[in-house]
């Protein structure tokens, strides 16, 4: 019997101790699950709830289904999918020229080279300057009057009497370039001080042992440096990507939020909430957005593990 | 120690946001940012205003254009809305008149009544009751740059459609731009192509499309659109207005560069204060005599105050916001940024010539059609916004742009 009793006193002390140890790891659990659901999951749960409705804001909500929806899906309604379509390029030349500019930039800087720590700075700067002041001052780059169309005079390429270029708006798709140009340039340098810090943190001893095998400099990068920070770049990718489906505020500095030229899901977004009211609409770009983001993060993250 | 240091800064957080929801004066939002040209306005009546009522005190923030629209959505969605608001007439406050979160001014308008004419708050009365202060009001102006002129041979701006397009042409020939417009703000298209609609179609029959749910299927709407493409073809519009902004087109206008420039009335103040500028403002001409004259503008009271429905001792609140709105009026009329909604009974003799010229324009108009984004609901606005950027592209003309707008809108 007492050791009957025991074994139930001894169980009930560790089902109390495990209760406890439960209830301590919820209150630690409780600052960052409030933040949770507060920051991220409430705001989302909201935006897909409000997706199906008609809604100014504010007032009564109508109930529309798959409305909202089937009205981004139809071009002649609202040109999201044009608006897509513009993301996915800027994501191409992030992937395929910003980041291979960036790899190459901090493979170049990660051997060593003279003036290391001033080309790094000089080439971060663009990331800590206001994207405000960036975009002000490509728009003086590509105003009428401004910086491309006067070299283009310069060198001939626009006569006396030729009308100006209009980069910022002629209805023909190069404002699109106008505002890529600046935030590829200005993510550049983003992109090359992670891969820099990768790039650092491979142990000198693997360089050295295959510089004493008789490999050039290229094929210590290729097949030493490279191959180690695939998780680096595995993040670039991702952050380039999903950058650029939810590229903003350098476009609304240079465009309009009403642009179809330039347009990309947050001026979309942006356009329906803010100047049409259509809160029902933004949401379901936001949801869309969200989407997008996740399964190109998912896509990305499949991709790099395939190859490891 | 410890505990007694937690428990006093307990203490301090509680106070702190006991604080936050003390009762303490009247809270007010409005868009009279430190950039805009108005701020002086506010800034002179509050600072009279707590002069007049030291135990009144009036916490006020002023909010950029485009967070405010969100912002007091939001505020209303919330039911947190402040004491007194600034807003848009027409559908803008409309919506928060229909939602019952805005106090009715009828009783309290019963003591401002011979200094706010009544056709003043057409713009924001609902079902006969009335919602809101008016401010000041602007019309489209045709300003005019009397030097270009002059180099063309002539000394006034011209009266007639005809004589303006003759003028257009003869400037074309001497090598200027007659206009300049900023294609990258859709509202400064606008404030050309209402103007040619309204002196083709009459005001009536614009205020009935914009107000009163009239069909755009209108063809002589079709013929006024082509009129303005066709200026814009002839060459009398600048090619790189497409990508300009309107700070960039109006500083161009100042240096010289057009002869014409049609925008908003409040631009009076700046065109004035600038030295050696000779400008003139005028109405657009008449295009079509036999369904518009003369007097019949584009503009009207906008700028509104209103008081929440929410407020706090609702009836005097309204009161003191009508008298805030008369003196944020009459130090806006002063300072050029606009027509006074209210009657002047103060010395304004130090009112710029340009503004005066405005004033006596209106004082000879019979008709004010209200801007077409300001009237009509947001969604709807947003659809005639991107026609009107698709005319000015050129990339839809007349009848493209009645039918898109008969299939988007009604």
Redesign the interface.
């Known amino acids: 019997m007492f050791g009957r009793g025991h074994f139930s006193l001894g169980r009930q002390s560790i089902m109390k101790r495990k209760k406890l140890d439960g209830i301590t790891i919820f209150l630690f659990l409780l600052p960052a699950l409030v933040l949770f659901i507060g920051i991220l999951a409430a705001p989302l749960i909201s935006s897909v709830v409000n997706s199906f409705y008609q809604y100014?804001?504010?007032?009564?909500k109508t109930w529309l289904g798959w409305d909202n929806y089937k009205r981004l899906f139809d071009k002649n309604q609202i040109p999201f999918w044009d608006s897509v379509v513009h993301a996915f390029i800027l994501a191409g030349f992030s992937v395929f020229l910003q980041l291979p500019l960036a790899l190459g930039l901090a493979l170049l800087l990660g051997r060593g080279i003279k003036g290391e720590r001033f080309l790094l700075s000089v080439n971060f700067l663009p990331v800590l300057i206001s994207t405000v002041v960036i975009g002000q001052l490509w728009l003086k780059v590509f105003?009428?009057?401004g910086l491309v169309n006067s070299l283009l005079r310069v060198v001939g390429y626009l006569k006396e009497g030729d009308?100006?270029i209009?980069?910022?708006?002629?209805?023909q798709g190069k404002?699109l370039w106008a505002c890529f140009i600046p935030m590829l340039w200005q993510y550049v340098g983003y992109h090359m001080l992670l891969m820099y810090a990768g790039v650092k943190s491979v142990p000198p001893e693997l360089r050295e042992a295959a510089k004493i095998d008789g490999a050039t400099d290229w094929q210590v990068d290729r097949f030493v440096v490279i191959p180690s920070m695939k998780q680096i770049l595995k993040v670039s990718v991702i952050f380039a990507v999903t950058g650029s489906l939810k590229s903003y505020d350098l476009i609304r500095i240079m465009?309009?939020l009403?642009t179809k030229e330039a347009s990309v899901p947050s001026t979309i977004l942006m356009?329906?909430?803010?100047?049409?009211?259509?809160y029902g609409v933004a949401s379901a770009v936001a949801v869309l957005l969200i989407l997008l983001c996740f399964f190109f993060a998912i896509l990305i993250s499949a991709a790099f593990k395939e190859r490891d | 120690m410890k505990k007694f240091l937690a428990m006093l800064l307990a203490i301090v957080a509680v106070l702190g946001l006991s604080a936050c929801g003390k009762d303490d004066g009247l809270t007010m939002w409005c868009i009279a940012t430190k950039s805009d040209s108005n701020r002086h306005s506010y800034e002179a009546a509050i600072a009279d205003m707590e002069k007049k009522y030291p135990d009144t005190k009036l916490n006020w923030e002023a909010i950029e254009n485009?967070t405010y629209?969100?912002k007091i959505?939001?505020a209303?969605?919330g039911n947190n809305m402040p004491d007194i608001f600034f807003t848009w007439s027409c559908a803008f406050l409309g919506?928060?008149v229909?939602?019952d979160?805005v106090y009715c001014l009828d009783e309290a308008y019963k003591g401002f009544a011979d200094k706010l004419p009544e056709k003043m708050c057409k713009n924001t009365t609902y079902n006969g009751k009335k919602y809101g202060v008016p401010l000041t009001m602007n019309i489209v102006g045709l300003f005019a740059n009397l030097d270009i002129l002059k180099e063309v041979g002539y000394d006034d701006v011209p009266a007639t459609y005809e004589e303006l397009i003759e003028c257009c042409n003869k400037l074309v020939a001497a090598g200027k731009i007659p206009f300049g417009c900023a294609?990258?703000?859709?509202w400064c298209v606008t404030e050309y192509l209402e103007s040619i609609i309204e002196k083709s179609i009459g005001a009536k029959a614009l205020d009935d499309i914009f107000m009163n749910g009239a069909t755009w299927d209108n063809q002589d709407v079709a013929k006024a659109v082509d009129i303005f493409q066709e200026m814009i073809k002839n060459g009398y519009f600048d090619?790189?207005g497409?990508?300009?902004g309107n700070d960039?087109v109006k500083a161009n206008f100042m240096a010289g560069k057009y002869a014409f420039y049609m925008n908003g009335t409040w631009n009076c103040g700046e065109f004035a204060g600038k030295e050696g500028f000779n400008v003139k403002v005028a109405e657009f001409p008449v295009i079509d005599s036999s369904k518009a004259k003369l007097g019949q503008l584009i503009g009207g009271p906008s700028d509104t105050l209103a008081v929440a429905k929410s407020a706090k001792d609702a009836e005097n609140t309204a009161k003191y916001t009508l008298e805030l709105g008369q003196l944020i009026c009459k130090y806006g009329y002063l300072d050029g940024c606009g027509l006074p909604a209210w009657t002047v009974d103060y010395n304004a003799d130090s009112v710029n010539a340009l503004t005066k010229s405005v004033a006596e324009i209106v004082a000879k108009s019979d008709y004010m059609v209200l801007f077409g984004d300001t009237a009509m609901?947001?969604?709807e606005?947003?659809k005639y916004?991107?026609q009107v950027?698709k005319v000015y592209?050129?990339?839809v003309d007349g009848a493209g742009f009645i039918a898109a707008l008969k299939a988007a809108i009604r």
Not at chain 2, 183 to 186: F, W
């Open positions: 100014k804001g504010f007032g009564s105003h009428p009057e009308k100006n209009q980069w910022l708006g002629d209805g404002l465009a309009t009403q356009d329906y909430m803010t100047l049409r009211g259509e | 485009e629209k969100q959505k939001a209303v969605s919506d928060f229909k939602e979160k294609g990258k703000e859709t090619p790189d497409i990508s300009l960039d609901p947001a969604d606005a947003g916004l991107e950027a592209g050129g990339e």
